[in-house]
Nanobody, 119 residues
Framework: QVQLVESGGGLVQAGGSLRLSCAAS????????MGWHRRAPGKQRELLAR???????NYAESVKGRFTISRDSAKNTVYLQMNNLNPGDTGVYYC?????????????WGHGTQVTVSS
C-alpha cells in the first residue's frame, strides 16, 4: 500500500505561482511513475506531468514551459512548481503513483488539493 498526501494548494492571482507537494509513504518498490493530474470544473481529470523512476519526464502541452515536476527521492516527495498561472488552471490537483510487479498492478491517488486562480 502507498499513501499519498498533497499539499500546497490555495488561492492565487493570475500570473502567480504555487508549488504543490506530494508526500508518499508505504511500499514504493513497485512504483514506476508518479504524476500530477487536474480535474477542472466541468471537465474530466487530465494528466499534467509525470516523472518516471528512470527520471524521464512528460508534460501535457497545456502546461509545458509553465509547470515543472521534480522529486526528492530521499523524502519520497514529488513536487509541481506552477508558474504563470491563469484561471484555466483552477481545479483540484491530484497526485498519482502507479506501477506493477509480477503479482499485480498498482494505482494510488491522493485526496487532492484545491488550486484557485483568480483573474
Amino acid at each position: 500500500q502507498v499513501q499519498l498526501v498533497e499539499s500546497g494548494g490555495g488561492l492565487v492571482q493570475a500570473g502567480g505561482s504555487l508549488r504543490l507537494s506530494c508526500a508518499a509513504s508505504g511500499t514504493m518498490s513497485s512504483i514506476n511513475v508518479m504524476g500530477w493530474h487536474r480535474r477542472a470544473p466541468g471537465k474530466q481529470r487530465e494528466l499534467l506531468a509525470r516523472i518516471w523512476r528512470s527520471g524521464n519526464i512528460n508534460y501535457a502541452e497545456s502546461v509545458k514551459g509553465r509547470f515543472t515536476i521534480s522529486r526528492d527521492s530521499a523524502k519520497n516527495t514529488v513536487y509541481l512548481q506552477m508558474n504563470n498561472l491563469n484561471p484555466g488552471d483552477t481545479g483540484v490537483y491530484y497526485c498519482n503513483a502507479a506501477g506493477a510487479d509480477s503479482v499485480s498492478g498498482y494505482d494510488y491517488w491522493g485526496h487532492g488539493t484545491q488550486v484557485t486562480v483568480s483573474s
